[in-house]
């Protein structure tokens, strides 16, 4: 019970990384609001995490939206203790094929809404909490077609470097988590076709020095140990969880 009588905030964790971190928080004595768009798999979403959860509906680009999320944060739970900014997109990303919509999307999902999370929820995290920003492996990298997404989730990492000096005061821990290609449904949305999407997951899973994919699981365990009083004295790094793709 790492998280006992503590309170979380998972940003789009209604799938992916962000549903299996939400499952192994609870699991180790946390209560957990989980955020995501599509209110179709909420009942699902909700039944599967039992009743120390809250599923709520939000925009992570929307600071209004942002803020509703933590007012029923605040009156549910009373304060946080752990937030993982997780909510994200990725895209391949050629300079040349790069359009504003695009450049919107990338940007103001992975960027402004780390921003604006923190900014609803700063009044009500207690002193010592653990701040989680979703970044990737791909930030330290230059070769995997996706420039936007890689610049960026460099800047989230740059956020938690700068907040974690900025909240010295609170003691409030800020890091970063970076996944390597993982087994969510995020290629699924890409627009591909079923036997792309299988072919690009051997592709990706070849260029991996462990032999394969990464699970949600392998993430939400990262994500455990940086919420948990055990990073006590983890402050500002990034964590990196990639089979070793950006490292060897």
């Known amino acids: 019970m790492r998280l006992k009588n503590k309170s979380a905030l998972i940003t789009g964790g209604t799938s992916g990384i962000g549903l299996a971190t939400a499952k192994l928080f609870i699991a180790e004595g946390a209560k957990v609001a989980v955020t995501g768009r599509d209110e179709a798999v909420f009942d ?4 599967e995490l039992g009743e120390n959860s809250l599923v709520l509906k939000g925009d992570v680009r929307s600071l209004k939206d942002m803020r509703a999320i933590a007012a ?7 304060g946080l203790d752990v937030v993982f900014a997780n909510a994200g997109w990725a895209f ?4 040349n094929d790069i359009d504003e919509q695009l450049y919107s999307e990338i940007m103001d999902i992975n960027v402004k ?4 999370t923190l900014q609803a929820v700063l009044p009500d995290l207690r002193e010592g909490s653990s701040v989680i920003l979703n970044t990737s492996f791909v930030d330290q990298t230059g070769k995997h077609g996706i420039s936007l997404t890689a610049a960026a989730k460099a800047a989230v990492r740059s956020l938690a470097r700068s907040w974690s000096y900025e909240f010295l005061d609170r003691k409030i ?11 969510t449904p995020l290629i699924g949305r890409w627009g591909m076709a079923d ?10 899973a070849k260029a991996i020095p462990v032999g394969h994919m990464g699970r949600a699981e392998d993430i939400a ?3 455990l140990y940086l919420a948990s009083d055990e990073s006590s004295y983890v402050v500002g790094t990034e964590l990196v969880v990639d089979g070793g793709a950006s490292q060897l």
């Open 92 to 95: 391949p990303s050629p300079l």
């Open 173 to 183: 821990r800020f890091n970063a988590i970076a996944p390597g290609a993982t087994e």
């Open 221 to 223: 365990y990262a994500a």
């Open 72 to 78: 029923e944060v605040k009156e549910k739970f009373g």
């Open 195 to 204: 036997e792309d999407v299988r072919n690009l997951k051997v592709e990706l």
């Open 113 to 116: 809404g780390v921003v604006f």
């Open 44 to 47: 699902r979403v909700k039944a």
